[in-house]
DNA sequence: TTGAAAGCGCTAACAG
DNA sequence: CTGTTAGCGCTTTCAA
C-alpha cells in the first residue's frame, strides 16, 4: 500500500530525540519551541529531506490547501491571463489551483462546481452561465469569490469595461471627433447595454452624434460585413465590441479603401496580442486580468481567515492609445 | 478546528447498522458486499448527503486524485486546448488537475515541478525549459509523462509537426508549385531543422526549389518585414513558423501588391482560430491538441496503475486547406 | 518548554 | 459476507 519511503515527522522526532509534536510545532508555531531545539530540528529535517505530508495535515486541520478556479474557456484570450495570475497569487499564498473548464456548459459549470466545492478550501468563480441561486447556495458551504460576475452581495472582483468604453470615447471626442460608432456584439449580450448607455452619456455632455451598429457576431466575419455600414454612415471614428470584431472591421475598412487612421480611427474594447504590432497599431483597452487574479485570490484569503471579504473590487481597464486613433480629417 | 459538520462514514455505518468497513467496501469493492446491504448502505449514505473524504481516503490510500500539470504559458494558443483536454480526460477518471504555469522560467518551472511532485500522484509536463536530468530524476519519484518533448526513454506525447510541414508541401507541389519558400522561426528555435528537412527531403523528391527565409522572431511585424524577401524570391508558395508570422506575411504581401492566393499561395504551420474566417481564409496544420491531452492522460493513468507506459504516442497535425492556397499562375 | 495521547475519516489486513 | 483492528502523518489538547 505504501510506496514512497518519505521521511516523516516521526523520522525526524525520532533521529532529533524529540517528540512528533516538537517538530510539527517547529514548524507550525516556531515560538513555542526553544530557540536551539528549533534550529536543531529543522536542520535535521533538512538534512533528511522532509517534506510534511500535505495530506496528513489536511486530514487533521480540515484545510487542503487546494483552491478551485472555474473558468469557461481557455480559448477566449480573456481567461488566460486571468487563470495564470490566480495561479500565482494563489502560489504566494502556498496554496495550488485546481482548474476546472466548464466549456460554456451551463449543466457542466453547475456539476464541476458541485464536485469542486467538497475538495478545496475555497472557489474562484469566472463563469456565467450557472444560475444566480445555485452560486448562493454554494457561497453559503464555502468560500466563494465572483470574477466578472455579479450575484448579491456575494463577494466579487469586477471589470468596469464600461467606464472604459468611457474613456475610450473620452479620448476620441477629446481629439475632435464628433461623430462616433459602436459596434456592439452579439444580440443579447449582456455587455452592450452599459456600454452603450456609457456612451451615450458621452456623447450627449459634449454634444457628439452615437451610432450603434449591430448587434452582430463577435467573427471577423461579421466585422468585415459591417463595415461596410460603418462606411456609410458618415462616422469619423469606431469602436469594436471585441478584438474579432475589429479585425474585421480593419480589413473590411480597407478593402472599401477607407484608410485607417487617416479617414476613420478604429479602436477596441478587448485588448489582444497582436494589435500592438498589426499596421496601424490599434488603440485598446487593456483588461486588468492579473490585477482582478490577485484581488480575487486576495479576497478568498481573507474569506478563509475568517475576515469579512469587503465590498467588491472594482477594476478599471486602462486605455492604450496607439496609430489606429487621432484626430479626425 | 472542525467546521464542516460533513456526514462521515461512521455517521453512515451507525445509521445503517454496520460496520465502517462494510459502508467502505459499498463503495470500494461492491462485489465484496452482498447486494441487499449495499444498496441499502448506498440509499442511506444518499439520503444523509454522505460525500467521502478525499483527503482521509489520500492519506490511506497514500494516492491523492491529483495530477499535476505543467505548462509554460497560456498566452500562447498552443496550450489552452491542451489544459483544456487534459482537464477533461482527467475529469473522465475521476481526478482532478493542478496547473502550474511556469510563465518561461526555467528557474521557476524547476522549482514548480519539484514542488508538485510531492503532492500529486503523477505529472504531465509540457514545458521546454528545464532540463533533461532535472526531468529524468522526477520521474524516477513519481509517474512523469512529457508532451510536445523527448527525453531519453521516458514516456511521452508527440506531435509530429515535420510530417504535418511535409504534408503541406505534398499539398502545394501537388497543385503545382515548383518554388516554395518556408519562413522560419525564431533563431535557435529546435522545432525548425526538422521541419526544414522534411521540407527539403519533400522538395527534392519533386524536383521542386526550396527556399528558407529568416530565421526571424515569430512575431507580426517580422513577419511583415520578411513578406519583402518572399516577394522578390521568385517562389509561388510560402509556409510560414506560425501564426503571428502568416499574419504578417499576409499583411505585408497584400501592401505589396502581391494577392493572395492569385499570386502567392499562404500556408501556416501552426492553426489559429482567425484563420478560418480571415479574407482568404488559410490553409493551417491543426494540433491534435486534444488528442495529446487525452493520450497524455491516458499514458499517465496506465503509469499509474503500474503498466508499461508504452511507446511514445506520435501524434500527426491535420491539414487543413483553405481558400489561402491554390494551384500557381 | 516538551512529551504523551487522542483523534481527523478512510482503507485494508485479518478474523470470524 | 461482515466486523474488528490497525494504522496513514499530522495537529492539538492536556499534563508534566
Given at each position: 500500500m505504501?510506496?514512497?519511503?518519505?521521511?516523516?515527522?516521526a523520522?525526524?522526532?525520532?533521529?532529533?530525540?524529540?517528540?512528533?509534536?516538537?517538530?510539527?510545532?517547529?514548524?507550525?508555531?516556531?515560538?513555542?519551541?526553544?530557540?536551539?531545539?528549533?534550529?536543531?530540528?529543522?536542520r535535521?529535517?533538512?538534512?533528511?529531506g522532509?517534506?510534511?505530508?500535505?495530506?496528513?495535515?489536511?486530514?487533521?486541520?480540515?484545510?487542503?490547501?487546494?483552491?478551485?478556479?472555474?473558468?469557461?474557456?481557455?480559448?477566449?484570450?480573456?481567461?488566460?491571463?486571468?487563470v495564470?495570475?490566480?495561479?500565482?497569487?494563489?502560489?504566494?499564498?502556498?496554496?495550488?489551483?485546481?482548474?476546472m473548464?466548464?466549456?460554456?456548459?451551463?449543466e457542466?459549470?453547475t456539476?464541476?462546481?458541485?464536485?469542486?466545492?467538497?475538495?478545496?478550501?475555497?472557489?474562484?468563480?469566472?463563469?456565467?452561465?450557472?444560475?444566480?441561486?445555485?452560486?448562493?447556495?454554494?457561497?453559503?458551504?464555502?468560500?466563494?469569490?465572483?470574477?466578472?460576475?455579479?450575484?448579491?452581495?456575494?463577494?466579487?472582483?469586477?471589470?468596469?469595461t464600461?467606464?472604459?468604453?468611457?474613456?475610450i470615447?473620452d479620448?476620441?471626442?477629446?481629439a475632435?471627433?464628433r461623430?462616433?460608432?459602436y459596434?456592439?456584439?452579439?444580440?443579447?449580450?449582456?455587455?452592450?447595454?452599459?456600454r452603450?448607455?456609457?456612451?451615450?452619456?458621452?456623447?450627449?455632455?459634449?454634444?457628439?452624434?452615437?451610432?450603434?451598429?449591430?448587434?452582430?457576431?463577435?467573427?471577423?466575419?461579421a466585422?468585415?460585413?459591417?463595415?461596410?455600414?460603418?462606411?456609410?454612415?458618415?462616422?469619423t471614428?469606431?469602436?469594436?465590441?471585441?478584438?474579432?470584431?475589429v479585425?474585421?472591421?480593419?480589413?473590411?475598412l480597407?478593402?472599401?479603401?477607407?484608410?485607417?487612421?487617416?479617414?476613420?480611427?478604429?479602436?477596441?474594447?478587448?485588448?489582444?496580442?497582436?494589435?500592438?504590432?498589426?499596421?496601424?497599431?490599434?488603440t485598446?483597452?487593456?483588461?486588468?486580468?492579473e490585477?482582478?487574479?490577485?484581488?480575487?485570490?486576495?479576497?478568498?484569503?481573507?474569506?478563509?481567515?475568517?475576515?469579512?471579504?469587503?465590498?467588491?473590487?472594482?477594476?478599471?481597464?486602462?486605455?492604450?492609445?496607439?496609430?489606429?486613433?487621432?484626430?479626425?480629417?
Amino acid at each position: 500500500m505504501r510506496q514512497q519511503k518519505s521521511v516523516s515527522m516521526a523520522d525526524v522526532a525520532r533521529v532529533a530525540g524529540v517528540a512528533k509534536s516538537t517538530v510539527s510545532r517547529a514548524f507550525i508555531h516556531p515560538t513555542l519551541v526553544a530557540a536551539p531545539t528549533r534550529e536543531r530540528i529543522r536542520r535535521i529535517a533538512d538534512e533528511m529531506g522532509f517534506r510534511p505530508s500535505r495530506v496528513a495535515r489536511a486530514l487533521s486541520t480540515g484545510r487542503t490547501g487546494l483552491l478551485g478556479l472555474v473558468v469557461p474557456t481557455l480559448s477566449n484570450p480573456f481567461f488566460g491571463p486571468l487563470v495564470a495570475a490566480v495561479q500565482q497569487a494563489a502560489e504566494e499564498e502556498d496554496r495550488q489551483i485546481v482548474l476546472m473548464i466548464s466549456e460554456l456548459s451551463a449543466e457542466r459549470e453547475t456539476r464541476l462546481i458541485e464536485r469542486l466545492s467538497s475538495e478545496v478550501d475555497g472557489l474562484i468563480v469566472a463563469t456565467s452561465l450557472c444560475g444566480d441561486p445555485f452560486l448562493r447556495k454554494v457561497a453559503k458551504r464555502i468560500p466563494l469569490v465572483l470574477v466578472d460576475r455579479r450575484v448579491g452581495r456575494l463577494p466579487s472582483v469586477l471589470i468596469d469595461t464600461p467606464s472604459g468604453v468611457a474613456a475610450i470615447a473620452d479620448h476620441l471626442i477629446g481629439a475632435g471627433h464628433r461623430r462616433l460608432c459602436y459596434v456592439s456584439g452579439p444580440p443579447g449580450s449582456w455587455a452592450d447595454a452599459p456600454r452603450i448607455a456609457a456612451l451615450r452619456g458621452r456623447a450627449e455632455e459634449s454634444g457628439a452624434d452615437l451610432v450603434v451598429a449591430g448587434p452582430i457576431p463577435p467573427t471577423v466575419d461579421a466585422g468585415i460585413e459591417v463595415s461596410e455600414t460603418v462606411a456609410k454612415a458618415g462616422v469619423t471614428a469606431v469602436i469594436g465590441y471585441n478584438s474579432a470584431t475589429v479585425l474585421g472591421l480593419l480589413h473590411g475598412l480597407g478593402t472599401q479603401g477607407v484608410r485607417v487612421p487617416e479617414d476613420v480611427s478604429v479602436a477596441s474594447a478587448d485588448d489582444f496580442i497582436l494589435f500592438q504590432s498589426t499596421k496601424p497599431a490599434v488603440t485598446v483597452l487593456r483588461l486588468p486580468l492579473e490585477e482582478a487574479g490577485h484581488a480575487a485570490v486576495g479576497m478568498l484569503a481573507r474569506l478563509l481567515r475568517g475576515e469579512r471579504p469587503g465590498k467588491p473590487v472594482v477594476l478599471g481597464p486602462e486605455l492604450l492609445i496607439r496609430e489606429s486613433t487621432r484626430p479626425p480629417g
